[in-house]
């Protein structure tokens, strides 16, 4: 058993969906779980401790769901960010490309909405095609047609659980996000300083760099997303191991 971290400075970074809160048909009625925003607040206050969100949806409505004050918001991915101040910062130098590219693709991309049970919800800096509702034999034809569209175009498909993520910036994933927290935050990672928790393809690749730091990595679901993080079944349980791994006694 991985011994508990000493209290020392740390930054805590957590998905939101299927993290924070349960994976729901609906992604406008995802919630936050009472136990996990008091988790945010107990490692807020710890001394030397700093902790964020990363989520791929856009941040004004991440801000609202997530309803705690003193932590780091990344929406986009990273690309837009409430620090714990409250100022909002955004990576401006890349909004001309992404409106070229949204220009070019964002049509054939809602043509999906066709095929019966898609949803397809634009997050501005990414486009995630919901396929909870969509028949066996259709969801592989959707599967076939962004595959053959990310080979016409500089974007990057990404899986996550009953959904399909659009990197219209390839660049711009959760390791950018991570990455520039770290920069926002003045925070450079060391053995054992930074805790990484989510549920997909796109956490996976912040996770594996933050294992590569010398920190851990929590994945949430059936099967572990990359070798080396600890696994957990469901947000519940997340917040159960990170009480003990943080060593918050009145939790």
């Known amino acids: ?71 780091y918001l990344g929406g986009g991915s990273g690309a837009e960010w409430r620090l714990k101040d409250g100022i909002q910062t955004v990576a401006g130098e890349k909004l001309e490309r992404l409106k070229k590219i949204r220009e070019t693709v964002m049509d054939e991309i809602n043509g999906l909405k066709a095929v019966p049970g898609v949803d397809i919800e634009d997050k501005k800096w990414s486009v995630a095609v919901h396929i909870r509702s969509v028949l066996p034999d259709a969801r592989a034809s959707v599967l076939d047609f962004l595959r053959a569209f990310q080979g016409k175009g500089d974007i990057r498909l990404l899986r996550g659980p009953e959904v399909f993520e659009v990197q219209l910036l390839p660049e711009i994933d959760k390791l950018f996000g991570v990455k520039t927290l770290c920069r926002l935050a003045s925070f450079e990672p060391r053995e054992g300083l930074l805790v990484y928790a989510g549920d997909d393809e796109n956490d996976a690749i912040a996770m594996d760099w933050v294992i590569r730091q010398g920190g851990t990595a929590i994945s949430i679901g059936p099967r572990p997303l990359v070798p080396g993080v600890r696994s957990v079944a469901t947000p519940a349980a997340l917040v159960t191991e990170i009480v003990q791994l943080a060593g918050i006694k009145s939790f």
């Not at 058993?1 to 400075?9: A, E, H």
């Not at 969906?17 to 406008?28: A, E, K, Q, Y």
């Not at 401790?49 to 949806?57: E, G, I, K, M, P």
């Open 1 to 71: 058993m991985q011994p508990k971290v000493k209290d020392t400075r740390r930054l805590w970074i957590f998905d939101f969906d299927g993290t924070l809160s349960n994976l729901v048909p609906g992604r406008s009625a995802a919630q936050i779980l009472p136990e996990a925003k008091n988790l945010l607040k107990e490692l807020s206050d710890l001394p030397g401790h700093q902790v964020a969100v990363l989520s791929s949806r856009l941040l004004e409505d991440l801000i609202p769901r997530v309803g705690v004050s003193g932590v």
